[in-house]
């Protein structure tokens, strides 16, 4: 979230609005053995889970500033529950706070978390359904999202020095495209002459941070 409060001041002291991306975490835990692997979870059987917006919640701590909750009606649940499954498995100790939430701003000193939810509802990025606005666009409401990978993420430092470890996905690769039939062609009298042109490819497009899907933390 790159949104600021208008009043906001840059200081280089504070660890207050740090750049993260919005996820959904699964289970804390510490370090796990060598042998640890998101890809040896079992998720047989589990789709890409949709979570959708509840409501939002102001917190009195720097790591619960402002956090969206998310609706317990999910496939969240059986994606944690494999997750923890593992877990047991490996006798790895595992923590589940406030599960599930999304976390959008980290904020330490109090009053510039009052300002924050102020300024939020005042400029109706926040709604009473639960739905948000997260761009710059009024229009561009947000309720609901895919995840579609889950990040093993080493959370020991400032949350700006988050790295992230390993990823996984949770979408199932496309299938190839069929094979096409060769015609052969006709033969002629004619030379045929190929030429090799430079062709410019388009620039990719940019997306916009903050319509990236945010992904499945294992912390």
Same mark, same amino acid.
């Given at each position: 979230?790159?949104?600021?409060?208008?009043?906001?001041?840059?200081?280089?002291?504070?660890?207050?609005?740090?750049?993260?991306?919005?996820?959904?975490?699964? #289970?804390?835990?510490? =370090?796990?053995?060598?042998?640890? *692997?998101?890809?040896?979870?079992? @998720?047989?059987? /589990?789709?890409? +889970? #949709?979570?959708?917006? =509840?409501?939002?919640?102001?917190? *009195?701590?720097?790591?619960?500033? @402002?956090?969206? /909750?998310?609706? +317990? #009606?999910?496939?969240?649940?059986?994606?944690?529950?494999?997750?923890?499954?593992?877990?047991?498995?490996?006798?790895?100790?595992?923590?589940?706070?406030s599960f599930p939430h999304m976390s959008l701003f980290y904020v330490d000193?109090?009053?510039?978390?009052?300002?924050?939810?102020?300024?939020?509802?005042?400029?109706?990025?926040?709604?009473?359904?639960?739905?948000?606005?997260?761009?710059?666009?009024?229009?561009?409401?947000?309720?609901?999202?895919?995840?579609?990978?889950?990040?093993?993420?080493?959370?020991?430092?400032?949350?700006?020095?988050?790295?992230?470890?390993?990823?996984?996905?949770?979408?199932?690769?496309?299938?190839?495209?069929?094979?096409?039939?060769?015609?052969?062609?006709?033969?002629?009298?004619?030379?045929?002459?190929?030429?090799?042109?430079?062709?410019?490819?388009?620039?990719?497009?940019?997306?916009?941070?903050?319509?990236?899907?945010?992904?499945?933390?294992?912390?």
């Amino acid at each position: 979230m790159y949104f600021r409060p208008k009043s906001y001041t840059q200081d280089s002291r504070t660890r207050s609005y740090p750049s993260f991306y919005p996820h959904i975490t699964l #289970v804390t835990f510490d =370090d796990p053995p060598s042998s640890f *692997n998101l890809d040896s979870i079992s @998720l047989d059987n /589990l789709t890409p +889970p #949709v979570a959708h917006f =509840d409501s939002v919640k102001r917190g *009195n701590s720097y790591l619960g500033a @402002l956090s969206i /909750l998310i609706s +317990p #009606v999910n496939k969240l649940m059986p994606l944690r529950d494999a997750v923890t499954a593992h877990l047991d498995m490996l006798n790895i100790r595992w923590k589940s706070r406030s599960f599930p939430h999304m976390s959008l701003f980290y904020v330490d000193e109090p009053d510039e978390r009052d300002r924050l939810y102020t300024e939020l509802i005042n400029g109706r990025r926040i709604h009473g359904d639960g739905c948000l606005t997260l761009t710059a666009n009024p229009l561009m409401q947000v309720k609901t999202f895919t995840g579609s990978e889950i990040w093993l993420v080493d959370c020991t430092r400032s949350v700006k020095r988050w790295h992230v470890i390993t990823k996984r996905s949770l979408v199932s690769p496309a299938p190839p495209p069929p094979l096409k039939e060769t015609v052969p062609q006709k033969q002629t009298d004619k030379n045929i002459r190929t030429r090799h042109h430079k062709r410019s490819l388009p620039e990719p497009t940019a997306v916009p941070a903050a319509d990236i899907p945010p992904p499945i933390g294992v912390v």
